[in-house]
């Protein structure tokens, strides 16, 4: 595995505001993770409500555990804290974005064979609003990942254009339509590849997966980043105990108390629906989906 990105990666990268790297995690660690995620999955049995832990599937039932995410998983699984400190996660990163970042947050979405739920189009950057774009987000495919998979899916180059509209009747929805935003469904590429490749994307392009309808399973770990000196705009979803714990968020690399201003577009993600804080749930509140649900 290399440990720096390739200049053409790196170029790539600016352009289009992603990545597909394989072989990036070794099967020793994907064997652990998929140790972990049986563990949560018999968590799961039994509950009748999603948690602070585990984000059920609508179609959920005791008895037909259905489980759509799984929430900050470093923080309640030491190998996806772990595999977040190495540089099979980390060496990227600090390529892109310089050599001191902070961790914004981290999920693990299940995309169960069958009825994994979808994710409609929306930009990072609209529900959490920072000082300058060097945000991204890293996603490692725990399984092979094609196209009936429901991939995570990526308008090229949509990073450097405007921060859309993610409102519905002036509140917080989380999404946007592509096609009422001049942006033609035909542009979209989907990011496939083998179980421990690492997908990586900008946090301003447009994404959004569609149902998994597959008899495979396509889950996918999510690290979510940003430089050091990025730092968030009030009025946004970020939430933080103060300074000491936002510098307990370091993943390497020196803290700072300057924020670096870029000049960039910026909406600010308020006023929230009165939901529990999921995409899955803010999401409901549009009229309009791209994608397909399940029943």
Not at 51 to 72: F, M, Q, V, Y
Not at 80 to 104: F, K, Q, T, V
Not at 113 to 134: C, I, K, R, S
Not at 163 to 185: K, Q, S, T
Request: proline content about 8%.
């Amino acid at each position: 595995m290399p440990e720096t990105l390739t200049p053409d990666q790196i170029a790539l990268y600016r352009e289009q505001g992603y990545l597909v790297l394989e072989n990036q995690i070794p099967d020793a660690w994907l064997t652990r993770i998929h140790r972990e995620i049986a563990r949560f999955e018999d968590e799961a049995r039994g509950m009748t409500a999603s948690n602070d832990r585990l984000d059920l599937e609508d179609s959920h039932t005791p008895e037909a555990p259905r489980l759509r995410r799984i929430k900050l998983p470093h923080q309640i699984s030491d190998v996806m804290r772990d595999l977040m400190y190495s540089d099979h996660i980390l060496a990227p990163a600090r390529d892109l974005i310089g050599p001191n970042l902070r961790l914004h947050t981290t999920k693990l979405n299940m995309k169960s064979a069958g009825y994994g739920a979808a994710v409609e189009w929306h930009q990072d950057y609209a529900f959490y609003p920072h000082t300058n774009d060097d945000i991204l987000a890293i996603g490692v495919l725990i399984d092979d990942m094609a196209a009936e998979n429901g991939p995570l899916m990526v308008y090229p180059g949509s990073h450097t254009g405007p921060v859309y509209d993610h409102h519905v009747d002036g509140v917080f929805a989380g999404a946007m339509i592509p096609e009422e935003n001049g942006l033609a469904p035909q542009d979209a590429v989907q990011l496939t590849g083998p179980a421990g490749a690492i997908s990586i994307h900008h946090g301003r392009i447009v994404h959004g997966s569609a149902l998994n309808t597959s008899d495979r399973a396509r889950r996918i770990l999510f690290y979510e980043m940003m430089a050091a000196d990025a730092f968030p705009i009030m009025g946004s979803m970020t939430k933080w105990d103060g300074i000491e714990d936002y510098n307990s968020r370091m993943l390497c690399g020196e803290p700072t108390l300057n924020p670096r201003l870029k000049d960039i577009p910026v909406r600010i993600p308020q006023p929230q629906p009165d939901v529990p804080i999921s995409i899955y749930e803010i999401q409901k509140g549009l009229r309009k989906r791209s994608f397909d649900t399940i029943d």
